[in-house]
C-alpha cells in the first residue's frame, strides 16, 4: 500500500483534459472517500440544468456616472446560464452605463467533499456591451461629444463556494471603434434564501480603470474644455469606485419572477475630482431597479 493510503488521506484526485464536452481522459486516483479534485481544460462535465430567465425592468440611474441628476431608464432583465459552462447576462445596477456580458468556461478546477456543496473556480473569455453616453444626457454634457455604445473582449474569473460568489472581470472599452480603455471589476455576493420563494444577495463591488477608459469618461480635453466652459482635466488610471448592493428575488409563481435590486456607489480618485463630478456633478451615487421576468 502506498504512504498515501496509509496515512488515511482519501482524497481522489481527478484530472480531466476536455477536448469537447464529448471527449475527455480521466485519471482517477483510488479512494473509499467522497472528496473529488477536478481540474481541466474545458467546462466541468456536469448535469447541472440550463436556467433561463428573460424580462424588463425600470430603473432610476444618475444621467450620467457622477451626476447628481437622475432619470429612468428601461433595462432588459436577461439571465441565461448552464453553471460551469456558459453564462449570459442583462444589465444591472453594479454599472451606469448597462453593461451586459457573456462568457464561456475553458478551465475549471472543482472540488467536492460529497455533500451538496462544492467549490469551483471558473476562467474564460469574456464579451462585454457597452451603453455607452450621449452629450445630451445632461446638460452638463452638452460639448463633451458622445461615447459610442460599443463592445469589448477580456476575462472573467468565478470562485462560487456555497453561498458565495467572487467574481473578477477584465474587458477592453471597445473593439474596432474610436474608444479605448480596459475596465476591470471585482464582485463578492453571498446569497441567502429567506424561504421557499425569497432570496437575497447581497454584495460589495469595485472597479479599476486604465488611462484610456478614465480619460474617455472622466477627462475633459482641450476641445472639451472650450465646448462646455469646464476646466480642463487629464484623468489617470485607478480605482474607480467602490459600492454596495442588495438584491432580491420573490417567485410570485413557478414561472414568474419579480426583482429588486438598490445600491451605493463612491466615486474615487480622478472619477469623483474631475469638473464633471467634482464641480457639476456628485461622488455618491445611488441606483435602483424593479422589474418582472420569465423563468423557463
Known amino acids: 500500500?502506498?504512504?498515501?493510503?496509509?496515512?488515511g488521506m482519501a482524497v481522489a484526485i481527478v484530472l480531466n483534459l476536455y477536448i469537447s464536452p464529448a471527449f475527455s481522459q480521466e485519471i482517477t486516483n483510488e479512494s473509499q472517500s467522497n472528496e473529488t479534485l477536478s481540474v481541466g481544460i474545458g467546462f466541468p462535465d456536469n448535469s447541472k440544468p440550463l436556467r433561463a430567465r428573460a424580462?424588463?425592468?425600470?430603473?432610476?440611474?444618475?444621467?450620467?456616472?457622477?451626476?447628481?441628476d437622475y432619470s429612468a431608464k428601461v433595462s432588459p432583465l436577461i439571465h441565461i446560464e448552464k453553471p460551469g459552462v456558459f453564462f449570459i447576462k442583462g444589465a444591472s445596477i453594479n454599472t451606469n452605463d448597462g453593461v451586459a456580458s457573456a462568457g464561456l468556461t475553458l478551465f475549471h478546477l472543482t472540488y467536492a467533499d460529497g455533500s451538496t456543496a462544492e467549490t469551483q473556480l471558473l476562467v474564460g473569455p469574456l464579451v462585454r456591451a457597452y451603453r455607452g453616453r450621449d452629450d445630451d444626457d445632461n446638460d452638463i454634457l452638452n460639448g463633451m461629444a458622445d461615447i459610442d455604445s460599443s463592445a469589448g473582449v477580456g476575462i472573467f474569473m468565478k470562485l462560487n463556494s456555497g453561498s458565495w460568489l467572487f467574481n473578477l472581470a477584465a474587458a477592453s472599452q471597445d473593439v474596432g471603434n474610436k474608444n479605448d480603455g480596459l475596465l476591470v471589476t471585482f464582485d463578492a455576493v453571498y446569497t441567502t434564501s429567506i424561504n421557499k420563494n425569497l432570496k437575497l444577495a447581497s454584495g460589495l463591488s469595485t472597479s479599476w480603470g486604465d488611462d484610456d477608459y478614465m480619460q474617455g469618461y472622466f477627462g475633459v480635453t482641450s476641445n472639451q474644455a472650450a465646448n462646455t466652459g469646464l476646466a480642463q482635466f487629464d484623468s489617470k488610471a485607478g480605482i474607480k469606485d467602490v459600492g454596495i448592493n442588495i438584491k432580491a428575488t420573490y417567485a410570485l409563481s413557478k414561472?414568474?419572477?419579480l426583482d429588486g435590486q438598490v445600491g451605493y456607489w463612491?466615486?474615487?480618485n480622478d472619477t469623483a475630482d474631475n469638473p464633471l463630478v467634482d464641480k457639476e456633478g456628485s461622488e455618491n451615487q445611488v441606483r435602483g431597479l424593479v422589474g418582472l421576468s420569465y423563468q423557463f
Open 1 to 7: 500500500m502506498s504512504p498515501f493510503c496509509k496515512t
Open 55 to 68: 424580462g424588463i425592468g425600470v430603473g432610476v440611474f444618475p444621467d450620467y456616472e457622477g451626476s447628481e
Open 255 to 257: 414561472n414568474w419572477i
Open 266 to 268: 463612491r466615486l474615487l
